[in-house]
């Protein structure tokens, strides 16, 4: 529930509690009536007992129910308040990032508040009546990431904010700096600064700097590869990225299943995302070309490319691999 004072919004953290314990507190008003016409001292004995459970029912279940904390939005930024200890989120005075994710399950999602030295998740409960139509409008938006990827380790359930209150949350983002919905900030596994900022995608290394720009032709593609390190092998997916002089190769872990094929009631935009994940072996890609980032966000950079404009002639020929470099 969405609470104000004066320029401030507060978002309980922690699942709804049961209300059984404040039921029970009402219910035993009751209790005397039985004693009416009993002698006085026994009814007045029954009216302390029964003063006395309702009291300890009722503070019991005030106990339960108080929130975990609280996700402050006031006039300088998003925190996030447990047990009085206040941990900065975001500022609204320095460039963020929010990304909504979604387990395919649509039993959890998280919103992934990125800035360009830290990501934070905030965790969302998507399951209950109440919060349906808040749970579908943060489906809509999410990326989609495979159930085996545990978006649960990322914040535990005493942490979450309901879909009604997370869509609050994203609607007054929207109002105050509605860039930061467009924006992704993440680093790669060399150090590399990844920024997805509207139509730009810029990967900064060592004093290089290669740009995408999303409103000008690109070549892409996804792709997934295996490399062998010692006697192990493992399965890693890839986006490779060309404009111009600009080339590189975004790598991460396969997740441990694939989004499952789309049944015919699925939402569209879970088909394209399937779509955008479906693998195609390759071979290795030049270690040199290579970025690691968190596979939870190779979907939102695919994304982003799917919406930029194809070159009109056909993709030149990758150069082959070079020696094997895990990169990630």
Same mark, same amino acid.
């Given at each position: ?6 320029? +401030? @919004?507060? /978002? ?22 039985? =004693? ?6 026994? *009814? ?5 007992? !029964? ?23 006031? @006039? ?19 460039? *963020? ?21 830290? #990501?934070? *998740? ?13 749970? #579908? ?20 359930? @005493? +942490? !979450? ?37 509207? !139509?730009?995608?810029?990967?900064? @290394? ?16 996804? /792709?997934? =590869? ?10 890693? &997916?890839? !986006?490779?990225?060309? $404009? ?5 190769? *975004? ?21 394209? &995302? $399937? ?7 390759? +071979? ?12 939870? /966000? ?31």
């Amino acid at each position: 529930m969405l609470r104000m004072a004066v320029s +401030e @919004a507060r /978002f309980p953290l922690g699942p709804p509690a049961s209300r059984k314990l404040a039921r029970l507190a009402i219910a035993s008003v009751v209790l005397p009536v039985p =004693f009416l016409w009993a002698p006085a001292i026994v *009814f007045h004995l029954s009216l302390v007992v !029964t003063a006395a459970l309702a009291i300890g029912l009722a503070i019991a279940h005030r106990v339960r129910s108080k929130p975990r904390g609280y996700v402050v939005v006031d @006039a300088l930024g998003v925190d996030r308040v447990i047990a009085g200890k206040r941990d900065c989120v975001a500022k609204l005075s320095e460039p *963020f990032g929010v990304t909504v994710l979604a387990s395919q399950a649509r039993k959890r999602a998280l919103l992934a508040i990125t800035t360009p030295t830290a #990501t934070r *998740f905030i965790g969302v409960r998507l399951e209950g009546p109440l919060d349906r139509e808040a749970a #579908t409008l943060l489906v809509e938006r999410a990326s989609i990431v495979a159930d085996g990827d545990a978006l649960a380790a990322h914040a535990s359930d @005493a +942490e !979450t904010l309901s879909a009604k209150d997370a869509v609050a949350l994203m609607r007054i983002v929207r109002e105050r700096v509605p860039a930061a919905l467009e924006r992704l900030f993440l680093s790669g596994t060399r150090g590399e600064r990844i920024t997805l900022d509207g !139509t730009e995608l810029r990967v900064e @290394a060592k004093g290089t700097s290669r740009l995408i720009d999303l409103e000008m032709p690109v070549e892409w593609r996804g /792709f997934l =590869f295996h490399e062998a390190l010692g006697p192990a092998a493992s399965i890693y &997916q890839a !986006t490779w990225i060309r $404009q111009g002089s600009s080339e590189l190769v *975004f790598v991460a872990p396969m997740p441990t299943e694939l989004l499952l094929s789309p049944k015919s009631e699925s939402p569209r935009r879970l088909t394209q &995302q $399937q779509k955008l994940l479906a693998p195609a072996p390759d +071979e290795p890609p030049p270690g040199d070309l290579r970025t690691g980032i968190e596979r939870v /966000f190779m979907l939102p950079v695919r994304e982003a490319l799917s919406r930029a404009p194809r070159p009109s002639r056909a993709p030149a020929t990758r150069r082959p691999s070079s020696s094997p470099d895990l990169g990630v």
